[in-house]
């Protein structure tokens, strides 16, 4: 006998309460599915989210890092004046060797600033103030770029450097004033 013939058999009470049954079982199998099909859309959903949250966090860190950067510069590029240069820098640093020379280099104008250029040549230096004429440059008062060093031990005094060194004082561009 087939299922078919045995519901056909039922009494219409018994075959109401097995068709409200199955109907209900089919309900909650569409409930559960579409159920399942939400919790994995959302789970998605999370962990894209996360993703995008971790990255931003990687991408605030990197700008408070910028902004901090950016703001070092413009401090350090609001302690120039007009009168400093490269000569003057090495001058009030000094570190002089047994003999050194500044010659001006041609002065670049780069967005938001100009780049006052020398190549300072300083003979007989020890290591020591070769470090530390290096370290004062890069990490004084005033913002200064080193553009190229070339260090040289002595022939006569192996304990003692000649530097030539291409340096540019950055100082803030000339504001642009409206002619009529």
């Given at each position: 006998m087939s299922l078919k013939d045995r519901f056909d058999e039922m009494a219409p009470a018994t075959r109401l309460k097995a068709g409200c049954f199955i109907a209900a079982l089919l309900l909650m199998a569409i409930l559960y599915s579409a159920l399942h099909d939400r919790i994995r859309k959302?789970?998605?959903?999370?962990?894209?989210?996360?993703?995008?949250?971790?990255?931003?966090?990687?991408?605030?860190?990197?700008?408070?890092?910028?902004?901090?950067?950016?703001?070092?510069?413009?401090?350090?590029?609001?302690?120039?004046?007009?009168?400093?240069?490269?000569?003057?820098?090495?001058?009030?640093?000094?570190?002089?060797?047994?003999?050194?020379?500044?010659?001006?280099?041609?002065?670049?104008?780069?967005?938001?600033?100009?780049?006052?250029?020398?190549?300072?040549?300083?003979?007989?230096?020890?290591?020591?103030?070769?470090?530390?004429?290096?370290?004062?440059l890069e990490k004084g008062i005033k913002p200064v770029v080193i553009k190229k060093a070339n260090l040289k031990v002595r022939y006569d005094d192996p304990s003692k450097f000649d530097v030539v060194l291409n340096i540019a004082l950055l100082k803030p561009a000339p504001a642009i004033q409206d002619r009529k």
């Open positions: 959302l789970e998605l959903k999370r962990s894209s989210r996360e993703a995008a949250l971790t990255e931003m966090m990687l991408l605030k860190q990197r700008h408070r890092e910028a902004t901090a950067g950016a703001q070092k510069l413009a401090n350090r590029l609001s302690a120039v004046t007009a009168d400093d240069s490269p000569s003057k820098l090495i001058e009030d640093i000094g570190i002089k060797g047994k003999s050194s020379q500044v010659k001006p280099l041609k002065s670049e104008d780069r967005p938001g600033f100009l780049e006052d250029a020398a190549e300072v040549r300083l003979e007989g230096l020890t290591a020591n103030e070769t470090i530390n004429l290096l370290h004062r």
